[in-house]
């Protein structure tokens, strides 16, 4: 009975340690495996139901809390299963337009896997309209080099530093730029793609360092990154798409942050977790690579792609432009709160910035 009690406090104690607003590593990790916190919890939960014969004060207190715990982790999990009400319509077999569709394939390769060919085949089997590579060095550059003759569209960034990044495109691309919106060794790739049908959909790639004990000690540069890219969009009267590994789980207070601030949506909302990291360690996995869009795309299909070498599995997705899904979309409804929090963290980045750029 001991280690399920033990077990009990450890859930109680990370559930309310995640919600602690601060940006240091150690309780922004709390975020992640929430899935892996919600199965311990209802094993606790079923445990002390089951084997508790005489209950005393501590322990009705603790199977409350417990259950408080619990409730708050299924609040966060369950919007990515199909117990939720989908934020991203399908697009139905009579709607299907190749001309307003764009395939896309995500993928933070792992700068030292050495196992190319795994996602050539993937390329080569769903011939994308865009490959986007994350972790990409110049050795990984040209191994992919194979994939030119068919992307003649691309953006090169190979970097020895673990954030690299390559863009191939099929379809046209203009007013390309390379940013380096808080750090010099983190680039972002900000274009627009011109689908076939003439429409024009402005893209953001993104790969921020992640808060941990190895990159960086908190959050804030991540944060601010992402949010500042959202209040960007948030002005922006054109279909667009952010895509990349985020470092984040789309359940996070900043990703869902992120999300009213820019109005975009998550096509897994409804449907899957689509849980890409950690690729060699089936039980502790999150989802870390993202697919986000503007209201007027519908999802075609989306995947996750087998195993690559990586740490990461790759991400293959197909959105469709359509007028109705403008009308028939919601987005999720932003506050003064929202506003007044993602200004704050902004601009706490862009201080933390400056400071580590001058010294």
């Known amino acids: 009975m001991i280690y399920l009690q033990l077990l009990s406090i450890l859930v109680i104690w990370l559930s309310f ?8 590593w150690w309780f922004r990790g709390a975020d992640f495996p929430r899935l ?41 999990v369950l919007p990515y299963t199909p117990l939720w009400k989908k934020q991203v319509q399908p697009v139905k077999a009579h709607q299907l ?22 996602l050539l085949a993937h390329v080569h089997k769903l011939q994308p309209d865009l490959l986007l590579t994350l972790e990409t060095d110049q050795r990984w550059q040209t191994a992919l080099a194979p994939l030119e003759a068919d992307y003649p569209y691309r953006v090169a960034i190979p970097l020895d530093n673990l ?5 191939y495109s099929r379809l046209p691309l203009k007013d390309t730029q390379v940013k380096f919106i808080l750090s010099d060794e983190i680039p972002s790739i900000h274009t627009c793609v011109q689908l076939r049908g003439g429409q024009d959909v402005q893209l953001y790639c993104l790969h921020p360092k992640p808060p941990s004990p190895t990159e960086a000690k908190d959050s ?28 984040d789980v789309a359940w996070s207070r900043t990703t869902r942050l992120f999300q009213r601030i820019s109005g975009l949506l998550d096509p897994r909302v409804g449907r899957n977790f689509i849980n890409t990291f950690h690729a060699n360690y089936p039980l502790l996995r999150w989802s870390l690579d ?18 690559i070498g990586s740490d990461h599995f790759p991400i293959y997705v197909i959105l469709q432009t359509e007028q109705i899904f403008e009308q028939i979309h919601e987005e999720l409804p932003e506050t003064a709160d929202d506003t007044k929090e993602a200004q704050l963290a ?8 400056e400071k580590e750029r001058s010294t």
């Not at 340690?17 to 240091?24: H, T």
């Not at 993202?290 to 989306?302: A, E, I, K, N, R």
């Open 163 to 167: 954030y690299g990044m390559h863009l």
């Open 97 to 118: 337009d190749p001309q307003k569709q764009l395939s896309i394939i995500v993928s933070n390769v792992l700068t030292p896997n050495q196992d190319y060919h795994l």
């Open 36 to 76: 892996q916190i919600l199965v311990l919890g209802m094993g606790s939960w079923l445990g002390m139901l089951l084997c508790t014969q005489t209950w005393t004060v501590v322990q009705v207190l603790l199977f409350m809390l417990l259950s408080a715990a619990i409730a708050y982790q299924l609040k966060m």
């Open 290 to 307: 993202h697919v986000f869009h503007s209201t007027d795309f519908g999802l075609v299909h989306m995947r996750r792609l087998s195993h």
């Open 17 to 24: 340690w995640s919600l602690i607003p601060r940006d240091e």
């Open 220 to 247: 804030t540069l991540r944060d601010a990154e992402l949010l500042i890219v959202g209040d960007q969009i948030k002005d922006l009267n054109q279909s667009c798409i952010v895509m990349g590994d985020l470092n």
């Open 346 to 353: 902004i601009q706490e980045g862009i201080h933390k910035a």
